[in-house]
């Protein structure tokens, strides 16, 4: 029984560590090399696929939530996919305030960057100014593409995301830069406060 330990002790603790330190930060440049060759090689997968294969090039921590919104949306004048490109190129985008690129990227910039690049759609800077454009929409009305909004300033509009579907919205986060997360968790929820339609 001792034996076994030790054996077990030689082989399985080396491990052990090797993942643990696996895990921890670097900031070598040969990271940075293989992580730009994968962001890469996922856009350049999803281009080449369409639905709901896009999604499963998402990483996990947001595919589980895009797999269960569904394929189809009422509002079908939407070019969905390239929307859905654009929000699959920019996950994972660290959050940056005053970002507006793939390195770093705050709320506004992102849906700004979105639409702009999927649609054509010119809309402003702040999540403020892109409250005024558009037509308002209610909560149970909303579409695929919609941007809705949040007070998480304690005043005033202070965040923007795109409603996907099923109660679902793509966003960037200063908790976690570009994701997805549900208008009803307790936290949205409560500082949801209206949605425009800027795609006629």
Not at 20 to 31: F, H, K, L, P, V
Not at 49 to 72: A, D, P, Y
Not at 150 to 162: A, E, K, L
């Amino acid at each position: 029984m001792i034996k076994r330990l030790l054996v077990l002790g030689i082989f399985v603790l080396p491990v052990f560590v090797i993942g643990i330190t696996g895990c921890s930060a670097s900031n070598s440049d040969d990271e940075v090399t293989v992580k730009k060759e994968k962001q890469i090689t996922k856009t350049e997968q999803v281009a080449s696929v369409t639905g709901i294969q896009k999604k499963s090039l998402i990483e996990q921590s947001n595919l589980e939530t895009l797999t269960n919104i569904v394929s189809e949306y009422s509002n079908t004048s939407v070019d969905r996919d390239a929307v859905m490109i654009k929000i699959i190129e920019l996950i994972n985008t660290p959050y940056l305030w005053g970002g507006t690129t793939t390195n770093g990227i705050d709320c506004s910039a992102f849906c700004q960057r979105v639409m702009k690049f999927a649609l054509g759609i010119d809309i402003p800077r702040t999540s403020i100014m892109q409250s005024t454009v558009g037509d308002e929409v209610s909560r149970e009305s909303l579409q695929f593409g919609d941007l809705v909004f949040f007070n998480t300033m304690g005043r005033r509009i202070s965040h923007v995301g795109i409603y996907l579907g099923e109660g679902v919205f793509a966003h960037s986060s200063s908790s976690g830069g570009v994701k997805t997360n549900s208008l009803n968790e307790e936290y949205y929820n409560a500082r949801y406060i209206t949605a425009r339609r800027v795609i006629k």
